[in-house]
């Protein structure tokens, strides 16, 4: 069990020696994003903004032009945001070869309550031409993710996590960008999950022998593949720690919807609401996405 | 062509070029004009866009860029013919700064973001010990933006003696004077104020210009800012000072004719 911001930070620190090619940008919260062990070993890649986030973005546009790849980290909310005109202008609009790398997703950030839960991140940067948006599940899949990110030419958009989370990945897998992660064939029922709530679903639909699809990719979407799946099933569930509108399930209702699918599609996640400060595990099941709230569900839909 | 017939002919291809598109800001172009003919044909080594070691320019106030245009038109990085195209629908030139221009370094005109990406290129240059130097064209209004001072801060704190910042004080915003519009007050100071080294200047005079950028090079461990005293339309006696030539307003068949020859008369 690691939590990803964690996973991720040292993460950078392992790769750094090989990989040159990357800087690190923070704005005063490298204790949070876990970037603060990368800028012990490597002060000359590490770049303090300050709590300037606007700025820092334009500044890893700048930098990404005489080669060097800046990793942007920050809070979701302030990533996704407070610098999102930077991040749309600055840096997608030419397609420069940005990462932002964003901790404290959802409402699993917990304690600090709404104003730092990024609950609409995701759908935020999945409208702005050029980006990728990734949220990987464990520490084994965001490894891949980092390391497909650097060699990716283009914006990236990235969530970690705060949480602890298992591997629900064997130390082969392989991350392939757009395509669904099928963790678990099963019948009738799908539940798609991203991020965190992934590894909360894997007991539920092992019980229920339900299909689990990781969805580590949240733009681009490759429709011919997920609609492969939702046409062996009668029901989908997609399951997010994010709003409900533009995110996971907004994907796979755009598939449904294109590929005129007949499924069913039950959406949990954050109503259209904003989160509170709480236990993370406690938000979870008082916004419908906890263990106990997911089970609920794919009960009451076996039963129809 | 010494710089005095460079900043006339850069003038005429600017109000040309804003006559066939219709709309563009003369005014705020037309003030920044011996600055972007003294950097480009004197300060910086940038005849070829492919040297990494080329120094940069960001147009951070992107509005003026018909002004850019000109210059990147006399420079040979684009065609002339372009510039009768600007703001035309399929069109190389956009109606406000895009990569993929030849000679664009960032994107810009939504204001302070240009300025931010300037930084960066000049931390870059730094910790990769590239010789480039950066320059940016900031305007006044433009420092009301909340970025402009993160940045400033930024630029002191990471010791960027390798980047001028130029602010085109012409007193004048989108919609009416500066201090009409928030407290601007004395830019100059508030740069001071942040650890820049602050050069003020007659920005239409070449000398003022030469010596600042000049001295500019002298400074050591800081970067400067050029706080350019400049009159907006200037050149153009009916668009001189004049807040309704800030911008979406083209010229009629008249105005134009009576610009071009005031600028010949100089």
Known sequence: MIPLRNAFGKYLVEIAENRKDFFVLDADVAGGTCTHWFRERYPERFVECGIAEQNMFGVAAGLSTVGIIPIVTTYGVFASMRAIEQARNAIAYPSFNVKIVASHPGIDVGPDGATHQAVEDLGIYRTIPNFVVLSPADEIELKKCVDFMLDYKGPVYMRTGRSPVPDVHASGYDFALGLPDVLRKGKEIAVFTTGITTHRALPIVEEYNTWLVNVPTLKPINGKAFGKILQQVKIAITIEDHNVYNGLGSAVADVIAEQVIGVRLVKLGIKDDFGKSGDPLELAEMYGIGPEAIEGVVRKCLKE | ?266
């Open chain 2, 1 to 266: 062509m010494e710089l005095a017939g460079i900043a006339r002919n850069i003038r005429k291809l600017l109000l040309l070029s804003i006559y066939h598109a219709g709309s563009g800001h003369p005014g705020g172009s037309l003030s920044i004009v011996e600055l972007l003919a003294y950097l480009y044909f004197k300060e910086m080594c940038i005849d070829d866009l492919d040297d990494p070691n080329r120094d940069r320019f960001v147009l951070s106030k992107g509005h003026a860029c018909p002004a850019l245009y000109a210059v990147l038109s006399m420079k040979g990085f684009i065609e002339e013919r372009e510039l009768w195209k600007l703001r035309h629908t399929g069109a190389l030139l956009q109606g406000h700064p895009e990569v993929g221009i030849p000679g664009i370094e960032a994107a810009s005109g939504s204001l302070g973001q240009g300025f931010s990406a300037a930084l960066g290129m000049a931390l870059g240059g730094k910790r990769l010990t590239m010789s480039f130097r950066v320059y940016t064209i900031l305007g006044d209004g433009e420092c009301n933006e909340g970025e402009v001072w993160e940045g400033a801060m930024f630029g002191v704190y990471h010791h960027l003696d390798n980047m001028v910042a130029i602010v085109d004080y012409n007193g004048l915003q989108s919609d009416d004077r500066c201090d009409n519009v928030t407290a601007l007050g004395d830019v100059a100071s508030k740069w001071k104020v942040f650890g820049w080294n602050v050069i003020e200047i007659d920005g239409h005079d070449f000398d003022d210009i030469e010596s600042a950028f000049t001295s500019a090079r002298e400074a050591k461990g800081t970067p400067t800012c050029i706080v350019a005293h400049t009159i907006k339309g200037k050149g153009v006696s009916f668009m001189e000072d004049k807040p309704e030539w800030h911008g979406s307003r083209g010229l009629t068949d008249e105005e134009l004719e009576l610009a071009l020859k005031e600028i010949d008369v100089g």
